[in-house]
C-alpha cells in the first residue's frame, strides 16, 4: 500500500506553497487507495509554537484533507510529533556511531565557517572536509578539554549516487563535490532534520515522499542514511517551487499567501484547492474547473511539470468565482451566510440573507466582496451618480413609485414572498415618459445608490416595501 506523509514544521501559518505539497500527496494516496499521514516536525525548540500547529490543523482540514494517521487521529506507527521521538533517534544515533557509519566531531562552528569562507574565496566547492574524521585520540581529548561539544557527523564513502524521480526522472549526484559528512546529531544532543526525517519515514512505512524541489540536495543524504539504518529508502518526487506574485520565493511569514489570509477573504476549499492543484499539473485538454472528485480521480504525480509556477491571484479569484456559481442557490446561502457570521459579522439577520444573497451569486469572485455589495442596504449609502436623480423624469418616476407601491402595499402585494420588482415596474411603465435604460437607471441609483450591481428584479424582495418607501422619498426630498 502507498503511504505518504505531510510533515510540517509548527513555526508559521501555512502558505500556498506548502499546502500544495500536502494537496499533491493526498491527492496521490487517494488516487491509488493508499494512506496520508501527518507528521509535526517539531525538533525547533525555539521556534515551534502550539498556536501554529494548531492552525495548520484546522487550515488541513479546511481545506479538505483529512490524515488518515497523525496527531489526534493515531495509528500504529506514532507517535506523529518528533519532540515525542527523541528516544527512538538516540538509538538509532547509537547503533550507527556503534557500527562506524558516525562518529562524534570535535571540529567547532567556528572552524566550519572558515572551512566555508576558504572554499568561496577559492572557488572551490563549498563541503566539510571531514577532518573531524582523522583526530587522534590526544586531538579530542585536548578539545574536551576546552569544553567543545560534539556533533555527530554521517560518514559518506562513495562518490555518487542516481535516483529516479517520480518528477524529474533520472537524476545524478555528484558527492564528492557536494556533500561532506553530514550532521546527524547537534551538539546540544538534538538530532537534525536529515536523522528525524529519515527514521521517521522508515518506521512509518512511507513509500513514496513528495516535496519541493529546494528539498532535492537532501535527497542523497537521506537515501544513503536510510541504507545504512537497514532500510529500503521510499521514492522521492520533487515539485518545482511556486513563485510569489513577483516572482520571489513563496515564505510561510508571507501573510497575503498564508491559507489563514485565503479562508478570510473569502475561498471556497475546493476552489481553492483546484486552482492550487493546477500549479504544476495539468488534466489534460482545456479544462481548468474541477470539482473534489475530479481532482482525486484525475491526479497524476508524473504529469506536474518540472517548470516554476506562479501564483496568479487573478486567475485564482476567477476560479473561485466560476466555483461560486456551480453552487446550488441553498448551498450558496448557507456558505455565504457562515463566512458573514464569521468574518464580516454584517447586521442582518438569516431570514433576510437567505432572501438577499441569491442575487450577488452571480458577481461576486470572493465571499469578501459580499460585505461591500450589501452596502446597498446601508441606509447611509452615497448616490455613484446624483445627476441622474435631478431630471424632472426621474422625479416623475419616484412620485408615481411611491403611488403604486402604496397600491401595492394596500392590495396586499408588499408582503415578504409577494413583493415583486416586476409588479412594482409595471405599475410605472404607463404612468411615465421615461422608457428603457432612462426608467430603469434613475430607479436603480435612487433603491441601490450605484449603476451596476445585481438585477434589481432578485434583490427587490431583500428591500422589503418600507425601504423602497424611504429610499424613493430620499432621492425625492435631496433634489
Same mark, same amino acid.
Given at each position: 500500500?502507498?503511504? @505518504?506523509?505531510?510533515?510540517?514544521?509548527?513555526?508559521?501559518?501555512?502558505?500556498?506553497?506548502?499546502?500544495?505539497?500536502?494537496?499533491?500527496?493526498?491527492?496521490?494516496?487517494?488516487?491509488?487507495?493508499?494512506?496520508?499521514?501527518?507528521?509535526?516536525?517539531?525538533?525547533?525548540?525555539?521556534?515551534?509554537?502550539?498556536?501554529?500547529?494548531?492552525?495548520?490543523?484546522?487550515?488541513?482540514?479546511?481545506?479538505?484533507?483529512?490524515?488518515?494517521?497523525?496527531?489526534?487521529?493515531?495509528?500504529?506507527?506514532?507517535?506523529?510529533?518528533? !519532540?515525542?521521538?527523541?528516544?527512538?533517534?538516540? +538509538? $538509532?544515533?547509537?547503533?550507527?556511531?556503534?557500527?562506524?557509519?558516525?562518529?562524534?566531531?570535535? #571540529?567547532?562552528?567556528?572552524?566550519?565557517?572558515?572551512?566555508?569562507?576558504?572554499?568561496?574565496?577559492?572557488?572551490?566547492?563549498?563541503?566539510?572536509?571531514?577532518?573531524?574524521?582523522?583526530?587522534?585520540? /590526544?586531538?579530542?581529548?585536548?578539545?574536551?578539554?576546552?569544553?567543545?561539544?560534539?556533533?555527530?557527523?554521517?560518514?559518506?564513502?562513495?562518490?555518487?549516487?542516481?535516483?529516479?524521480?517520480?518528477?524529474?526522472?533520472? %537524476?545524478?549526484?555528484?558527492?564528492?563535490?557536494?556533500?561532506?559528512?553530514?550532521?546527524?546529531?547537534? &551538539?546540544?544532543?538534538?538530532?537534525?532534520? *536529515?536523522?528525524?526525517?529519515? %527514521?521517521?519515514?522508515?518506521?512509518?512505512?512511507?513509500?513514496? #515522499?513528495?516535496?519541493?524541489?529546494?528539498?532535492?540536495?537532501?535527497?542523497?543524504?537521506?537515501?544513503?542514511?536510510?541504507? &545504512?539504518?537497514?532500510?529500503?529508502?521510499?521514492?522521492?518526487?520533487?515539485? !518545482?517551487?511556486?513563485?510569489?506574485? =513577483?516572482?520571489?520565493?513563496?515564505?510561510?511569514?508571507?501573510?497575503?499567501?498564508?491559507?489563514?489570509?485565503?479562508?478570510?477573504?473569502?475561498?471556497?476549499? *475546493?476552489?481553492? /484547492?483546484?486552482?492550487?492543484?493546477?500549479?504544476?499539473? !495539468?488534466?489534460?485538454?482545456?479544462? +481548468?474547473?474541477?470539482?473534489?472528485?475530479?481532482?482525486?480521480?484525475?491526479?497524476?504525480?508524473?504529469?506536474? !511539470?518540472?517548470?516554476?509556477?506562479?501564483?496568479?491571484?487573478?486567475?485564482?479569484?476567477?476560479?473561485?468565482?466560476?466555483?461560486?456559481?456551480?453552487?446550488?442557490?441553498?448551498?450558496?446561502?448557507? %456558505? /455565504?451566510?457562515? $463566512?458573514?457570521?464569521?468574518?464580516? *459579522? %454584517?447586521?442582518?439577520?438569516? @431570514?433576510?440573507?437567505?432572501?438577499?444573497?441569491?442575487?450577488?451569486?452571480?458577481?461576486?469572485?470572493?465571499?469578501?466582496?459580499?460585505?461591500?455589495?450589501?452596502?446597498?442596504?446601508?441606509?447611509?449609502?452615497? $448616490?455613484?451618480?446624483?445627476?441622474?436623480?435631478?431630471?424632472?423624469?426621474?422625479?416623475?418616476?419616484?412620485? #408615481? =413609485?411611491?403611488?403604486?407601491?402604496?397600491?401595492?402595499? +394596500?392590495?396586499?402585494?408588499?408582503?415578504?414572498?409577494?413583493?415583486? $420588482?416586476?409588479?412594482? #415596474?409595471?405599475?410605472?411603465?404607463?404612468?411615465?415618459?421615461?422608457?428603457?435604460?432612462?426608467?430603469?437607471?434613475?430607479?436603480?441609483?435612487?433603491?441601490?445608490?450605484?449603476? *451596476?450591481?445585481?438585477?434589481?428584479?432578485?434583490?427587490?424582495? /431583500?428591500?422589503?416595501?418600507?425601504?423602497?418607501?424611504?429610499?424613493?422619498?430620499?432621492?425625492?426630498?435631496?433634489?
Amino acid at each position: 500500500m502507498i503511504r @505518504v506523509r505531510f510533515a510540517p514544521s509548527p513555526t508559521g501559518y501555512l502558505h500556498l506553497g506548502n499546502i500544495r505539497t500536502a494537496l499533491f500527496n493526498y491527492l496521490f494516496a487517494k488516487r491509488t487507495g493508499g494512506k496520508f499521514i501527518l507528521r509535526i516536525e517539531d525538533t525547533d525548540q525555539e521556534r515551534s509554537r502550539l498556536e501554529f500547529e494548531e492552525a495548520l490543523k484546522e487550515d488541513l482540514l479546511w481545506m479538505g484533507l483529512r490524515w488518515d494517521e497523525g496527531p489526534d487521529v493515531g495509528g500504529e506507527h506514532g507517535p506523529y510529533r518528533q !519532540s515525542e521521538r527523541s528516544g527512538i533517534y538516540s +538509538e $538509532y544515533i547509537d547503533r550507527l556511531i556503534k557500527e562506524k557509519k558516525a562518529y562524534y566531531c570535535y #571540529v567547532t562552528e567556528e572552524e566550519t565557517t572558515e572551512m566555508k569562507r576558504l572554499a568561496l574565496e577559492e572557488r572551490r566547492s563549498v563541503r566539510h572536509d571531514n577532518r573531524g574524521r582523522n583526530f587522534t585520540r /590526544a586531538e579530542i581529548e585536548s578539545r574536551k578539554v576546552r569544553g567543545i561539544k560534539p556533533t555527530v557527523r554521517f560518514k559518506i564513502d562513495q562518490p555518487e549516487l542516481s535516483l529516479n524521480d517520480l518528477v524529474r526522472g533520472d %537524476v545524478s549526484f555528484n558527492l564528492d563535490d557536494m556533500v561532506g559528512d553530514f550532521i546527524i546529531q547537534r &551538539a546540544d544532543g538534538q538530532p537534525t532534520f *536529515h536523522l528525524a526525517v529519515c %527514521v521517521d519515514d522508515a518506521l512509518m512505512g512511507v513509500t513514496h #515522499v513528495i516535496r519541493g524541489e529546494d528539498h532535492l540536495s537532501n535527497t542523497p543524504k537521506h537515501i544513503l542514511l536510510t541504507r &545504512a539504518m537497514g532500510h529500503e529508502p521510499p521514492k522521492y518526487g520533487h515539485l !518545482s517551487l511556486v513563485q510569489g506574485p =513577483g516572482g520571489e520565493p513563496l515564505s510561510k511569514r508571507m501573510e497575503s499567501i498564508s491559507i489563514k489570509e485565503f479562508r478570510r477573504r473569502g475561498y471556497l476549499p *475546493h476552489a481553492l /484547492a483546484n486552482y492550487i492543484a493546477l500549479l504544476g499539473w !495539468s488534466p489534460g485538454g482545456d479544462r +481548468e474547473i474541477l470539482n473534489w472528485e475530479e481532482l482525486q480521480h484525475l491526479f497524476d504525480i508524473t504529469k506536474t !511539470s518540472r517548470s516554476a509556477s506562479s501564483f496568479d491571484p487573478q486567475k485564482l479569484d476567477w476560479a473561485n468565482g466560476e466555483h461560486l456559481r456551480l453552487l446550488s442557490e441553498d448551498a450558496f446561502c448557507r %456558505v /455565504a451566510a457562515a $463566512y458573514l457570521k464569521a468574518y464580516k *459579522h %454584517v447586521p442582518f439577520d438569516e @431570514v433576510f440573507l437567505k432572501t438577499a444573497l441569491p442575487a450577488f451569486k452571480e458577481n461576486i469572485e470572493r465571499l469578501e466582496q459580499l460585505e461591500d455589495r450589501f452596502g446597498i442596504f446601508s441606509d447611509d449609502f452615497k $448616490y455613484e451618480n446624483s445627476d441622474a436623480l435631478k431630471s424632472a423624469e426621474s422625479r416623475e418616476i419616484f412620485e #408615481v =413609485g411611491l403611488a403604486v407601491l402604496k397600491t401595492m402595499v +394596500e392590495t396586499g402585494q408588499a408582503g415578504a414572498e409577494e413583493f415583486c $420588482y416586476e409588479a412594482f #415596474v409595471n405599475g410605472i411603465k404607463p404612468k411615465v415618459r421615461a422608457k428603457g435604460k432612462k426608467l430603469f437607471l434613475p430607479l436603480r441609483i435612487a433603491l441601490t445608490g450605484r449603476e *451596476h450591481g445585481p438585477e434589481l428584479k432578485k434583490i427587490f424582495p /431583500a428591500f422589503g416595501a418600507e425601504r423602497v418607501r424611504l429610499r424613493l422619498e430620499r432621492a425625492l426630498g435631496k433634489y
